[in-house]
Structure formats: structure tokens, C-alpha cells
């Protein structure tokens, strides 16, 4: 199985970008489509960005399209999310997820594996 460490969260100002990092081990993560979840106080998981394993598709909600992105370098056997033009409803803890199977995945329940998470904070 892989195992994912997040990385690259903290705390910034509205109209900052960041770049989390999420780090496989185990196995390549070129085996895993991949994708980034977040997490505010009180809600639940929601989706953010999904990756093919190639990297060749991906698909984000409106909520962030056009602001995030995902990319991965299966050399490096680490996935990103580039964060632009952050807002304070950005603010959760991000989660990084490894899904066996060759879909864009864009719920919870369809990944096998999750990192511990990241915070970002976005201050107003």
C-alpha cells in the first residue's frame, strides 16, 4: 500500500498563493489517480482537485477552479496543489488521497488511502 505525507500548509493573508506538497511511499503513486480533499470545523470532507495517474486529467469543483491546481511529478513520487488568489472560506485542513483505480475520483469514499492533512489558514 502507499503511504502520503502532506506538506507546504500554514498561515496567509487573502490574495496569497501556496503550494502544498504530498509525498508517497511504499509504492509509485504513478499506480494512483490522485486527489486533494479539505476539511473546515464542523463541515464535512469536500472535494478540491483530482488527478488522473498520468496527470494528463484533471477536475476541480467551481469552487476552485481557475485558483488550484493539481500536478505531480510521478518521478518524485509527490503530488501538489498550487493555491492561488486564497480566500479565507479556503481555510481547513487539506488532505491528499490515492485511489486505485483509473477514475477521477470526487468523493470520499471513493480513495484508499489518505495522508494526515495539512492546516491553511487565509486571514481577511
Known amino acids: 500500500q502507499v503511504q502520503l505525507v502532506e506538506s507546504g500548509g500554514g498561515a496567509v493573508q487573502a490574495g496569497d498563493s501556496l503550494r502544498l506538497s504530498c509525498a508517497a511511499s511504499g509504492r509509485p503513486v504513478s499506480l494512483y489517480a490522485m486527489g486533494w480533499f479539505r476539511q473546515a470545523p464542523g463541515n464535512e470532507r469536500e472535494f478540491v482537485a483530482s488527478?488522473?495517474?498520468?496527470?494528463?486529467?484533471?477536475y476541480y469543483p467551481d469552487s476552485v477552479k481557475g485558483r488550484f491546481t493539481i500536478s505531480r511529478d510521478n518521478a518524485e513520487n509527490t503530488v501538489y496543489l498550487q493555491m492561488n488568489s486564497l480566500k479565507a472560506d479556503d481555510t481547513a485542513v487539506y488532505y491528499c488521497a490515492a485511489l486505485a483505480a483509473q477514475m477521477l475520483g470526487t468523493t470520499t469514499r471513493a480513495y484508499d488511502y489518505w495522508g494526515q492533512g495539512s492546516q491553511v489558514t487565509v486571514s481577511s
Open positions: 488527478s488522473s495517474s498520468s496527470g494528463g486529467s484533471t
